[in-house]
């Protein structure tokens, strides 16, 4: 805990915007006894201003830096003294400076970094310096999945110098690219597919010292922690394992999605598996295929259903054209379809030209979808008088004269055609193996598989944008067409990234810091077992299953498993459990260091913003960069995630007297960008319980609101915070103002 602080301002960043001076005295008058250096520099953020922070540390004069300046977003790293030295940044550039409307009073400018101030000096007054809890970690990356992916991934880890376990259920190692008779092409000119090299790639697995080859076996259970996991097999094997990749691929969609293009009732439709298989075989004869690419997205409570029998037409009228399905809207989507479809789709016709220069190869897209360097590829197949590309979706595929006739609908030149052909193939979209099966088997509290893998369509990824490879599960590390839908050359670069982070993982837990995407943070939650009611609900509420139960049912931390959200803070009634450098006492205290001038009329109302770190706080930044301000009146305190927002804080600053508590978070549902996943979505189901507290004190529950934000929409959050505004004018002051 920081006793001794040096309090330092930076005139380059907030000079042109406020006083130093003036701010200096206040924290000489207020906080004197507490504060042995308050030091202004002309430009903090250099040689200069660091090393005159460095003497006083040196000399034992301080103990902890409050940083007066620009957001804590910026020079974050010129400003770490090491952990012994915990550092508070007071946002007084973006945040107070830089956001302030031009037509307000300039007083309330001051009053704003005067807030800031206090705020940052009890948050650091609050932070204790962090105990890494430090394990000895296994240096072994477990691979699961001896496909392309599996196996890249495991020469990966190799190369960097990791011992290798690689986990293969069948009994031969290669996956569905040994099935393939060619693929997509993966190197310059990216014009003509080619063999897939597999077998010299298990060759060079097999031949790598580093990499244990374990076939014919799966996982039956992962017990543990990162650095410190025990792997079972179903062959009796246990392995001492550091991290694991998941690498296990795909399984083709169920068939019943392309039941209205004609497969298992029209001969002569096949899937692409098949028709690589063919291909493979030597039994491909067509001269004539159709490739169809209905590849609009659909979920499987869409798939089709046959249409019913059409009624008979009143006297007078046509008959009407029987439609093949139950519309022609629902026969153009098909679940799981990707861009992947694309570029097979012109892998396979160019099988057809292959074996037969006269013959011909149609392919009907309602999307071309075709990334990166494919895109030559896609030229290639457009030069090809024997390939033929149209936009259209296929409507009707009917048995034809000695072979299949297809009704092409809504083409590029409005007609409606009809197409024969020996073979129509339809694309599979790619199921992720971890929407079918547990796959991992972890013996978690929260259950053997992957949680809420409906929200990702059974992808495993759990936040594709922001942190690639990661999984709801730390320590585990998903790669290839498991994690995405993507092509060889996309899983080559995934396997290696993945393998990166399965090596940085084991990395972290031997120093006893956090992952992602608080990577480097010391502290871990810590639990005061003596008050603990066993209620259950940090460890049913933790997004990332950081925590078991024990024998007593008591929850049992697992430290290296922990991302320090804080959602297991947020979640506790009796608030119990804290971070060194953040806890319910740290925030509760700043919030209460805001000060709430009795009269809203004469002084204004005030509201409180929590602002989650990673998308709302840097949108702020961002807005007021960009020249957008908002009201003087409210105050911004950044945290980790919306899921740690313990209840006591908006008790806290309702009590107080503060009009209103805006608690801006990430995007959830659908949606969904949540840094950890279930922080947003969690606050808004606790907002219920607030508001219903609320309503018991007699304020009214809109008050306290939850907006979401993305980071690219920092257009929109000043309009948010003075549609708040409005609002809290309109109701007039809180009730308990004044008490």
């Known amino acids: 805990m920081a006793e001794k602080i040096g309090v330092y301002f930076d005139e380059s960043a907030i000079g042109p915007y406020l006083s130093v001076e003036d701010l200096a005295e206040n924290v000489r008058n207020r906080w004197g006894g507490n504060c042995p250096v308050i030091e202004t520099s002309p430009i903090l953020a250099g040689e200069e201003g660091r090393a005159m922070i460095e003497e006083a540390i040196e000399a034992g004069t301080i103990d902890g830096v409050l940083i007066c300046g620009s957001s804590p977003r910026v020079d974050w790293q010129f400003f770490d003294f090491g952990p012994a030295i915990p550092v508070e940044r007071v946002n007084l550039r973006e945040q107070c400076g830089m956001c302030f409307p031009e037509d307000e009073d300039e007083e309330l400018k001051t009053l704003m970094a005067i807030d800031y101030i206090n705020m940052g000096m009890l948050k650091l007054q609050k932070t204790l310096v962090p105990e890494p809890e430090k394990i000895e970690t296994v240096r072994t990356v477990l691979v699961v999945g001896g496909g392309w992916t599996g196996l890249h991934a495991a020469l990966h880890a190799a190369g960097a110098g990791a011992d290798v376990v690689l986990l293969e259920k069948t009994d031969q190692l290669g996956g569905k690219a040994r099935t393939m008779y060619k693929t997509v092409p993966l190197a310059p000119p990216y014009t003509q597919a080619h063999p897939t090299g597999i077998e010299d790639l298990v060759a060079r697995v097999q031949a790598e010292p580093r990499i244990e080859v374990i076939t014919g076996a799966q996982m039956q259970a992962l017990e543990g922690a990162p650095g410190a996991y025990t792997a079972k097999f179903t062959n009796g094997t246990e392995k001492a394992i550091g991290a694991v990749i998941l690498a296990t691929g795909w399984v083709p969609q169920d068939t019943a999605a392309l039941a209205p293009l004609g497969y298992g009732s029209v001969p002569g439709v096949v899937t692409t598996a098949e028709f690589e298989a063919m291909m493979k075989?030597?039994?491909?004869?067509?001269?004539?295929?159709?490739?169809?690419?209905?590849?609009?997205?659909?979920?499987?409570?869409?798939?089709?259903q046959p249409a019913p029998a059409p009624a008979e037409p009143a006297e007078g009228q046509e008959a009407p054209e029987e439609p093949a399905f139950k519309d022609l809207e629902s026969a153009r989507h098909l679940p799981y379809a990707s861009a992947v479809n694309s570029v097979v789709a012109l892998k396979q016709a160019g099988y057809v030209r292959e074996l037969d220069d006269t013959a011909q190869a149609y392919i009907i897209y309602e999307d071309m979808m075709v990334q990166g360097i494919h895109e030559r590829y896609y030229k290639a197949a457009q030069d090809d008088p024997g390939v033929m590309l149209t936009k259209g979706y296929v409507a009707r595929v009917e048995q034809g004269d000695g072979g299949v006739l297809l009704t092409v609908k809504n083409t590029l030149l409005g007609q409606d055609f009809e197409l024969a052909a020996d073979l129509v193939v339809l694309p599979t979209g790619m199921v992720p193996t971890t929407a079918k099966d547990p796959v991992m088997n972890f013996v978690y509290r929260q259950g053997p598989a992957f949680p809420d893998l409906d929200l990702f369509d059974g992808f495993c990824d759990s936040n594709y944008i922001c942190f690639p490879y990661e999984t709801r599960r730390t320590g585990v590390y998903a790669a290839g067409a498991v994690r995405q839908p993507m092509l060889m050359d996309n899983a080559e670069e995934d396997a290696a990234g993945a393998a990166l982070k399965a090596i940085q993982c084991i990395e972290s837990a031997n120093r006893g810091v956090a992952v992602h995407p608080r990577s480097g943070d010391l502290t871990y939650p810590k639990f005061n077992f003596v008050r603990c009611t066993q209620c259950k609900r940090c460890t049913e509420e933790c997004p990332f299953g950081a925590l078991d139960d024990d024998e007593k049912g008591t929850p049992k931390p697992n430290p290296t498993r922990c991302r320090r959200c804080g959602t297991c803070m947020g979640a506790c009634p009796e608030r119990v459990i804290s971070f060194d450098n953040y806890s319910v006492d740290q925030i509760g205290s700043a919030i209460k260091a805001i000060k709430v001038p009795d009269n809203m009329e004469t002084d204004g109302p005030?509201?409180?913003?929590?602002?989650?770190?990673?998308?709302?706080?840097?949108?702020?930044?961002?807005?007021?960069?960009?020249?957008?301000?908002?009201?003087?009146?409210?105050?911004?305190?950044?945290?980790?995630?919306?899921?740690?927002?313990?209840?006591?804080?908006?008790?806290?600053?309702?009590?107080?007297?503060?009009?209103?508590?805006?608690?801006?978070?990430?995007k959830y549902g659908d949606d969904y960008q949540c840094h950890f996943v279930k922080g947003s979505e969690i606050c808004n189901r606790r907002k219920e319980n607030i508001a219903e507290t609320l309503n018991r004190l007699g304020v009214e529950p809109d008050r306290v609101e939850q907006y979401q934000v993305a980071i690219d929409e920092y257009d929109k959050v000043p309009g948010m915070i003075e549609e708040f505004m409005a609002m809290i004018l309109e109701k007039g002051p809180n009730p308990f103002k004044g008490y």
């Open 606 to 666: 005030r509201i409180l913003i929590l602002a989650c770190e990673n998308d709302a706080y840097p949108a702020l930044d961002m807005a007021a960069m960009r020249g957008k301000s908002w009201s003087p009146y409210a105050r911004i305190l950044p945290v980790r995630c919306l899921g740690s927002v313990n209840a006591i804080w908006v008790a806290d600053a309702m009590s107080k007297g503060v009009d209103g508590v805006m608690m801006l978070g990430c």
């Open 281 to 304: 075989d030597g039994q491909l004869k067509a001269k004539r295929v159709a490739f169809v690419l209905n590849t609009a997205k659909a979920t499987p409570k869409d798939l089709y």
